[in-house]
């Protein structure tokens, strides 16, 4: 799970009135063996550049969030699960 995606929820939680049980489920996900956060480096720069770029000449900006999610999925070959149209603008992501 994109570090950006976790700021996201929590803020989502905060600011709704279900936020200890929100949190609660939460945390029993991020508990599980196969979920990892993961957080930008030097590589993830790179790929948000290179995407960034890419939308720029395509005349097609996406929010930053979206775009450190976007990096994140190219650099370690996720398949990102979206309903969010920002992504139909880079081919270089499986969106399911």
Request: glycine share 4%.
């Amino acid at each position: 799970m994109p570090f950006v995606v976790l700021a996201e929820l929590r803020g989502g939680f905060a600011a709704g009135n279900r936020a200890r049980r929100n949190e609660e489920a939460l945390a029993r996900f991020l508990k599980k063996p196969n979920v990892k956060v993961l957080f930008a480096d030097e590589q993830t720069v790179e790929h948000y550049a290179a995407l960034w770029n890419h939308l720029r000449q395509q005349g097609t900006p996406i929010p930053s969030n979206d775009l450190w999610i976007a990096a994140l999925v190219v650099q370690h070959n996720l398949t990102l699960y979206a309903r969010d149209a920002h992504f139909k603008h880079l081919p270089q992501i499986a969106v399911i």
